[in-house]
């Protein structure tokens, strides 16, 4: 069998001559979020909620999967812009990030769904 490496530091390939039996594996990439809003510029303060938010979810900690987090208030109160705070500063921290609503059961099955379809 014959081969040709293709490719950078950052994409290798390998194309084979010759041969059908090869399994193919999917790449995933690299990183992956559908937060839905762009980053706000103008948001400001609520160190203490991120740095909690920080602890109890440190990227590469089980319990991240195991304790589901929830911020709760009144609406208007800036409860979507702690989390689009914190999903922004911390993208490099996680592989992949699901922004789904979960008012309702349906909701939240919805948003996996639609982000692993």
């Known amino acids: 069998m014959q081969g040709q490496v293709v490719g950078d530091n950052n994409n ?7 041969s059908s039996d090869i399994p193919t ?16 510029p103008y948001f400001t303060g609520r160190e203490e909620v991120l740095s909690q938010l920080e602890t109890t979810l440190q990227a590469g900690q089980p319990a991240a999967l ?8 009144l609406g208007g109160i800036g409860k979507t812009q702690i989390a689009l705070a914190y999903a922004y500063h911390h993208l490099q921290d996680y592989q992949t990030i699901l ?6 059961t349906e ?8 982000f692993f379809s």
């Open 66 to 73: 195991s304790q589901p987090q929830a911020i709760s208030g």
């Open 99 to 104: 922004w789904s609503r979960a008012d309702t």
């Open 25 to 40: 594996h999917p790449t995933l990439p690299e990183r992956v979020n559908n937060i839905p809003y762009p980053p706000n």
């Open 12 to 18: 290798v390939q390998i194309h084979f001559h010759g």
């Open 107 to 114: 909701a939240l099955i919805s948003g996996f769904t639609t």
